[in-house]
């Protein structure tokens, strides 16, 4: 009976929590795990109801921000970069070795946290333009973090390619067994691969094979490239529609649409910035990757999301749907409901919850707040008041 349930142990799968008798675990209760990594992939498919309701399709959100170790897809990435340089002696745990990566944060959290997992250090190249609550969280996780003025990727100071320098000097000076290993999670395969391994198998898995539609950003092209084609070559779902979701300012949508990446506010092949120009962070791109490329020629359309749009959409599934998420997750979700729009009703339309938004709360949420878009502000300041004469 319910009363004598014992709520000993929780499970939140999919499908709502499960309280579970002392000692009974059901087979899809994964009741321990093998440190930090075991918390790593089989993140849950989230119907977003809302969204879904007005679109007539099926919205399902990968709850990318629910990987255990750094909380947004880069978890399932670094894990993967570790463990192939492990096998190629690149990394040796209790050497000292330290990981060196470029990154706009999401990549260096996941390299950070699994870097103390597995006995390394990390140091982080980051542009300095991105939010205080990632660089604070990189300290906190005991990595070293450089933060570097924005510069075109052609120049030498250019995040990645100081990254790519500080690996470089630290086996050329040092003077103990350690080794520097450049990630480069931009030009490597072990990104999208990973995808390839793990994301895209879960999603069809989570399906049962039954998807439409693809919607992702770009930051790197490894999850759009890898989880498409996952979808497409291997699982032959040729039908299946793949779409970038790109932010204002980025060159993908001008890749996808006439073949040339370049961005709204350059002018076509000038290719200067360096990063991409909006707010939302961790998506948009501007080069042509490894990891892009990938995947570009299984990638069917575009859809331009503005910072705008973005903010609107990210408060929409806070006050809808209880979903708290960053910037990038809110051009997937803007750029899902346009897919869904161009297509029959009931389509299945699959993307991307990237992570959490209490990591964008002195940026993008502050754009959120400074557009109007949060409600209860003068009933909140009504409420101070009342509280003040209480105390009296
Ligand atoms: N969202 C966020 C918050 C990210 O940091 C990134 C990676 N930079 C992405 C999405 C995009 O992922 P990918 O590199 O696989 O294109």
């Known amino acids: 009976t319910s009363d004598s349930r014992r709520r000993s142990s929780v499970f939140f799968g999919g499908g709502g929590p499960v309280f579970l008798e002392d000692h009974d675990t059901p087979e899809t209760t994964p009741s321990i795990v093998d440190g930090i990594e075991g918390c790593i992939g089989n993140t849950p498919l989230i119907r977003i109801k809302s969204l879904s309701e007005a679109t007539g399709c099926d919205i399902l959100a990968k709850a990318e921000f629910l990987n255990g170790a750094g909380m947004s897809p880069k978890d399932r990435v670094a894990l993967n970069m570790i463990q192939k340089a492990e096998e190629q002696g690149l990394l040796v745990p209790g050497r000292g070795d330290t990981i060196y990566e470029g990154t706009v944060g999401s990549t260096g959290i996941s390299l950070a946290t699994l870097a103390k997992a597995r006995g390394y250090h990390a140091h982080i190249c980051m542009p300095s333009d991105q939010s205080s609550e990632k660089v604070d969280l990189l300290h906190h996780l005991g990595a070293t973090v450089e933060r ?48 390839m391994l793990t994301t895209g198998p879960e999603i069809y898995a989570q ?186």
Not at 167 to 179: C, F, L
């Open 148 to 195: 570097v003025t924005p510069a075109p990727i052609v120049d030498p100071n250019h995040y990645v390619n100081i990254a790519r320098r500080r690996a470089a000097e630290h086996n050329a000076s040092s003077e103990t067994p350690s080794r520097g290993f450049f990630a480069d999670q931009f030009e490597s395969e072990a990104n999208y691969e990973a995808h």
């Open 207 to 392: 399906t049962g094979g039954k998807i439409d539609a693809f919607v992702a950003g770009a930051g790197t092209g490894g999850t759009l490239s890898g989880v498409t084609r996952y979808l497409k070559v291997e699982k032959q779902l040729t039908n299946l529609r793949a779409v970038l979701a790109d932010p204002y300012g980025s060159g993908g949508y001008n890749r996808i649409r006439s073949g040339v990446m370049y961005s709204p506010t350059e002018k076509e092949g000038t290719r200067r910035r360096s990063q991409v120009d909006s707010i939302v962070e961790g998506i948009g791109i501007n080069r042509v990757t490894l990891n892009w490329k990938a995947g570009e020629k299984f990638v069917d359309d575009a859809v331009r999301v503005t910072d705008e749009q973005a903010c609107r959409m990210a408060r929409w599934l806070v006050q809808h749907d209880g979903i708290f998420v960053g910037s990038s997750s809110a051009v997937n979700c803007v750029a899902a409901v346009v897919t869904a729009l161009g297509m029959p009703r009931g389509s299945v339309v699959v993307t991307v919850l990237c992570d959490p938004g209490m990591r964008h709360l002195s940026k993008f949420y502050k754009r959120v707040k400074d557009l109007g878009l949060e409600e209860n502000e003068e009933e909140e300041s009504k409420h101070v008041v009342v509280a003040d004469k209480n105390n009296e």
